[in-house]
């Protein structure tokens, strides 16, 4: 698999559909060859305390962002044949279900891949966990900006490329 995207999901409250960011790497060949980040009007709209202070926004930065539909119109060619590579990707999957039935969108059935799972396999108990900014410096990836969402799409993908070249194995 050299070819896929990686994307990562912030929400704004515990429903999986108040997405308020994405960030999206598209991956060709083994190398990152495009990138998309957006924020995102979050439905429901409002924010808990506990979300606001994992990842830093709140209403006042999404309160003009556009709605899910119109970011997702901007992804979907991006993404276009390509599997969907998510650390822990059951919440990112969770995400994007939730927020297809939300505005009642037609769901394509993407293909995800779990790095997290895969870094499990992979290091095993040689790392003292399998967190995003573990396994990313375990592979040699130096995250900054953790919780901002195409910092952690870029994390993910950085991950994926070097597991797949370590390992010949699908993710």
Known sequence: M??????????????????????????????????????????PEYYQWFCQRVHGLGPEDTDDAPVFPDVWDNIAPLIEGLPLVAHNSRFDEGCLKAVFRVYQMDYPDYEFHDTLAASRRHFG???????????????????????????????????????????????
């Open 125 to 171: 108990c040689r790392l003292p966990n399998h967190q995003l900014q573990t396994v990313a410096a375990a592979c040699g990836y130096d995250l900054v900006n953790h919780h901002h969402a195409l910092a952690d799409a870029e994390a993910c993908a950085a991950i994926a490329v070097k597991l797949l070249q370590d390992t010949d194995e699908t993710l």
């Open 2 to 43: 050299r070819d896929f995207a990686a994307i990562d999901f912030e929400t704004a409250n515990e429903e999986p559909s108040s997405v308020c960011s994405v960030g999206v790497v598209i991956v060709r060949d083994g190398e990152i060859a495009d990138s998309f980040y957006s924020l995102i009007h979050p439905e």
